[in-house]
């Protein structure tokens, strides 16, 4: 069998845990990433893996190379001023990709906006109000013109709120780090990093063009009840509520303006998938009965 290969624009934990389940589950690999550093090589679970230089201005040229030759394509890169530099690019630097069966890109549900508390799913209304949902609203647009335009394989994949084993709220509430607000009907939805490497291994055998999937556990929970659960388990007093006009992170900020409870039915249908976590209480129980 020839080697899998795979081109990783961004390799953030979400890559990482990509490449981590390729590597358990096949032994034949090609895989090339990028980071903002001059092209050098790393080493990960005793593979050898290059990484080529790629930013907003500037980029190593065997990348064109590297592409051209790809099955799988996986861009984490998220908008830099509003703009997607990868797919900006690609459709500049276009070579026919004729081994490419799979490109995905990682947005984000914040393209959903504010919907007081209700269920969204693949097919609701996209209504950002942050700047990031906006931008990664735009981007997903660019996406689907450019899979349109040169003819590649394009799946979407809307993320929730991540977290993973080295960072999570346990972590954060132990430093002290948890700005908790009150906020009646407040709902947000999260994911388990390891469950997205594993639904993004799934998705290359069950792969369908132009479909958008939300990929988030199952249980949307408001941030009380989330720390809640963590102060339980830490046995640590829970922060002391303040009120939204205090916070001064734009990002917290933003995280409180939106409410929503994200649908995950068509992603476990279409990549018969099972959740390692189903919910924040399962995912923050292995981290904590591990001594993560």
């Known amino acids: 069998m020839s080697k899998l290969k795979v081109f990783c624009f961004g390799f953030g934990q979400v890559a990482e845990s990509f490449v981590k389940k390729l590597i358990l589950e096949k032994k034949d690999l090609d895989i090339s990433i990028t980071s903002r550093q001059e092209t050098h090589q ?11 230089l ?12 590297k592409i051209k030759d790809a099955h799988l394509i996986l861009v984490s890169i998220p908008p830099i001023n509003g703009k997607d530099i990868v797919a900006s690019y690609l459709d500049v630097h276009f070579e026919n990709m004729k081994n490419c069966r799979w490109i995905t890109y990682l947005s984000a549900t914040s393209v959903y906006g504010d919907h007081h508390g209700d269920w969204v799913n693949e ?3 996209t209504k950002p109000t942050s700047q990031n949902g906006i931008n ?9 013109s450019l899979s349109n335009k040169i003819n590649f394989p394009l799946q979407i994949f809307r993320l929730a709120g991540i977290y993973s084993n080295e960072f999570n709220i346990l972590k954060r509430l132990k430093l002290g780090k948890v ?19 594993n639904i993004l291994f799934k998705s290359i055998s069950l792969f369908k063009n132009k479909e958008v999937y939300n990929i988030c556990d199952d249980k949307p ?9 963590g102060v339980k388990l830490l046995k640590i007093e829970k922060p002391s509520p303040i009120k ?10 933003n995280f409180y303006q939106d409410s929503k409870k994200v649908d995950n039915k068509k992603m476990k249908f279409s990549f018969k998938y099972n959740l390692k976590y189903p919910s924040y209480k399962e995912g923050l129980s292995y981290i904590f009965d591990n001594n993560i």
């Open 244 to 253: 939204l006009e205090e916070v001064e992170s734009e990002m917290l900020k």
């Open 123 to 125: 097919e609701s209304i």
């Open 136 to 144: 990664r609203l735009k981007a997903e647009n660019t996406w689907k």
């Open 42 to 52: 790393i080493e990960l679970y005793d593979l050898k893996i290059k990484s080529y």
């Open 179 to 197: 700005q908790l607000i009150n906020k009646k009907n407040h709902f947000f939805s999260r994911i388990h990093v390891e469950d997205i490497g």
């Open 221 to 229: 929970a408001s941030q009380n009840d989330v720390v809640d659960y």
């Open 54 to 65: 790629f930013n907003n201005d500037k980029f190593d040229r065997s990348i064109k190379e």
